[in-house]
């Protein structure tokens, strides 16, 4: 089995309509079904995400049918524990509920003298605040922009570089060309921010000094607090997601490179990966992990793993080429 070390962030959409279910599982009919490769037994350990815990649980009720002779013990207390729970061997299965960091992949490294093989077995939620949602720039609706670059949102968002300070750097024109940019987002230490760091930041800068970082606060989330913020502010720019959207905001499409065609956050666009702050849900395990853990994986990335997805409801099922290319990987010597 191949290692894999850093992986490219993917920010996705999940189906939360019937209609949208069924286009899914329309997607991928050639997606192969799980068939047992030789019967294995056991148990698997695994640790991790508490909000994956419903999927894992759909995961092993189809697995176990095909595999009786397999047991699952849990240990999911936080995602924090996933890397760290396999490189220590207390676990076979790390439940990663989002990226893996730098650091946690360092980590690994340094305990075991390679890098962990990391599945990508989901895509992020579209709308579910605590399922890995697609990260979305939000403007007030009066704002006339109407899209942004990749290359434009680090111009914004990061402390060196060339930075943008008003919005005729953007492209308007009139009164809005020199008035001035303000920045709104999520702590630092927030894993959205990180992510949105690792996948726009070319080259790991810092965020800007101009940003205002919102944490959780007396109950709300802080990306209903960044929405809030950039509808009170005419000259607003945030990072957020459209669980907390309202009429006096709205997302704006982002191009992956400039002059490439803008992509709009919309189901469809998350649930194929076309959108570019789309995310992702992972499995970590060490290399050449036993023919148990193999074979679960296997199913997870099967056909019936895809329909577990979309029957759990919050995360989205992997496009049938990605779902392909990590049954590859684990073939791989």
């Given at each position: 089995m191949?290692?894999?070390g850093?992986?490219?962030?993917?920010?996705?959409?999940v189906?939360?309509?019937?209609?949208f279910?069924?286009?899914?599982?329309a997607?991928?009919?050639?997606?192969?079904r799980h068939?047992?490769?030789r019967p294995?037994a056991g148990?698997i350990?695994?640790?991790g995400?508490?909000?994956?815990?419903?999927?894992?649980?759909?995961?092993e009720?189809?697995?176990?049918?095909?595999?009786?002779a397999?047991h699952f013990?849990?240990?999911?207390?936080?995602?924090?524990?996933a890397?760290a729970g396999?490189?220590?061997?207390?676990a076979?299965?790390?439940?990663l509920?989002?990226?893996?960091?730098?650091?946690?992949?360092?980590?690994?490294?340094?305990?075991?003298?390679?890098?962990p093989?990391?599945?990508?077995v989901?895509?992020?939620?579209?709308?579910?605040?605590?399922a890995?949602?697609a990260?979305?720039?939000?403007?007030?609706?009066r704002?006339?922009?109407?899209?942004?670059?990749?290359?434009?949102?680090?111009?914004?968002?990061?402390?060196?570089?060339?930075p943008?300070?008003?919005?005729?750097?953007?492209g308007?024109?009139?009164g809005?060309a020199?008035r001035?940019?303000?920045?709104?987002?999520?702590n630092?230490?927030?894993d959205?921010?990180?992510?949105f760091?690792?996948?726009?930041?070319?080259?790991?800068?810092?965020?800007?000094?101009?940003?205002?970082?919102?944490s959780?606060l007396?109950?709300?989330?802080?990306?209903e607090l960044i929405?809030?913020?950039?509808a009170?502010?005419?000259?607003?720019?945030?990072?957020?997601?459209?669980?907390y959207?309202?009429?006096?905001?709205?997302?704006?499409?982002?191009?992956?490179r400039e002059?490439?065609?803008?992509?709009?956050?919309?189901?469809?666009?998350v649930?194929?990966?076309?959108?570019?702050?789309t995310?992702a849900v992972?499995?970590v395990?060490d290399?050449?992990p036993?023919?148990?853990?193999?074979?679960?994986?296997?199913?997870?990335?099967?056909?019936q793993?895809?329909?577990?997805?979309?029957?759990?409801?919050?995360?989205l099922?992997?496009?049938?080429?990605?779902?392909?290319?990590?049954?590859?990987e684990l073939?791989?010597?």
């Amino acid at each position: 089995m191949r290692t894999r070390g850093h992986h490219r962030v993917r920010i996705c959409l999940v189906a939360n309509t019937a209609a949208f279910a069924c286009l899914i599982c329309a997607q991928g009919p050639d997606l192969p079904r799980h068939t047992p490769t030789r019967p294995v037994a056991g148990t698997i350990h695994i640790c991790g995400s508490p909000q994956m815990g419903d999927l894992l649980k759909l995961y092993e009720q189809g697995f176990t049918r095909l595999q009786p002779a397999v047991h699952f013990e849990q240990d999911l207390t936080s995602t924090v524990s996933a890397v760290a729970g396999v490189s220590s061997g207390r676990a076979q299965i790390g439940l990663l509920g989002r990226e893996i960091w730098p650091s946690e992949e360092q980590a690994f490294v340094s305990a075991k003298g390679y890098a962990p093989t990391v599945v990508d077995v989901a895509t992020g939620s579209f709308n579910v605040p605590k399922a890995t949602f697609a990260l979305m720039i939000f403007v007030p609706s009066r704002n006339p922009i109407r899209s942004v670059s990749m290359g434009q949102l680090e111009q914004i968002f990061a402390s060196s570089g060339t930075p943008i300070l008003n919005w005729g750097q953007l492209g308007l024109k009139g009164g809005w060309a020199s008035r001035s940019v303000h920045l709104y987002g999520f702590n630092a230490e927030n894993d959205k921010a990180q992510i949105f760091r690792q996948m726009v930041f070319r080259r790991q800068q810092p965020w800007s000094t101009a940003l205002k970082a919102f944490s959780n606060l007396n109950g709300l989330d802080a990306g209903e607090l960044i929405v809030r913020a950039v509808a009170a502010d005419p000259d607003g720019i945030g990072i957020s997601n459209v669980a907390y959207a309202t009429p006096a905001v709205r997302a704006l499409p982002i191009s992956v490179r400039e002059g490439d065609a803008p992509v709009s956050p919309t189901r469809k666009t998350v649930a194929s990966r076309g959108y570019p702050l789309t995310r992702a849900v992972y499995m970590v395990v060490d290399r050449d992990p036993d023919p148990a853990t193999v074979e679960f994986l296997r199913y997870v990335l099967s056909r019936q793993g895809r329909q577990a997805v979309v029957q759990e409801g919050n995360y989205l099922p992997l496009p049938p080429g990605i779902a392909k290319r990590e049954l590859r990987e684990l073939a791989a010597p």
